[in-house]
């Protein structure tokens, strides 16, 4: 049997998120929980797909337990402000916010969808 590293799973997990297979990068995601409970790039995947699914309770489940492991989870904040813009604009103001502090590298992305926010 060919054994697969973690790194390809998720690699396969993106793939899937961006061919907008979400059932089954979500089967991904859990079958490497499965074996590695702690696996945290895998909640992060598995909160990506479950919002790109339309499932927001459940990514914003997975998103707070990347949180809960690493506070400073870029992904995870962007998530977060997506899922809270519609019920909670300064919580999602807040998420956003902390996004832009973590994105040094990509500041002008998050600094428009704050202006949009603000707005």
Same mark, same amino acid.
């Given at each position: 049997?060919?054994?697969?590293?973690?790194?390809?799973?998720?690699?396969?997990?993106?793939?899937?998120?961006?061919?907008?297979?979400?059932? =089954?990068?979500?089967?991904?995601? =859990?079958?490497?929980? @499965?074996?590695?409970? &702690? *696996?945290?790039?895998?909640?992060?995947?598995?909160? =990506?797909?479950?919002?790109? &699914?339309?499932?927001?309770?459940?990514?914003?489940?997975?998103?707070?337990?990347?949180?809960?492991?690493?506070?400073?989870?870029?992904?995870?904040?962007?998530?977060?402000?997506?899922?809270?813009?519609? @019920?909670?604009?300064?919580?999602?103001?807040? =998420?956003?916010?902390?996004?832009?502090?973590?994105?040094?590298?990509?500041?002008?992305?998050?600094?428009?969808?704050?202006?949009?926010? *603000?707005?």
């Amino acid at each position: 049997m060919a054994e697969i590293s973690l790194r390809a799973y998720c690699d396969e997990v993106k793939e899937l998120i961006k061919a907008e297979s979400h059932c =089954q990068a979500i089967a991904v995601c =859990q079958h490497i929980l @499965r074996n590695y409970p &702690k *696996y945290l790039e895998a909640y992060r995947l598995l909160g =990506q797909a479950c919002l790109e &699914k339309g499932m927001p309770s459940e990514a914003e489940d997975f998103f707070n337990r990347v949180l809960a492991a690493d506070p400073e989870d870029f992904v995870a904040h962007v998530g977060l402000s997506i899922i809270n813009e519609e @019920r909670d604009l300064d919580e999602a103001i807040w =998420q956003m916010e902390r996004a832009f502090e973590l994105a040094p590298d990509n500041p002008e992305v998050v600094r428009k969808e704050l202006r949009r926010l *603000y707005m």
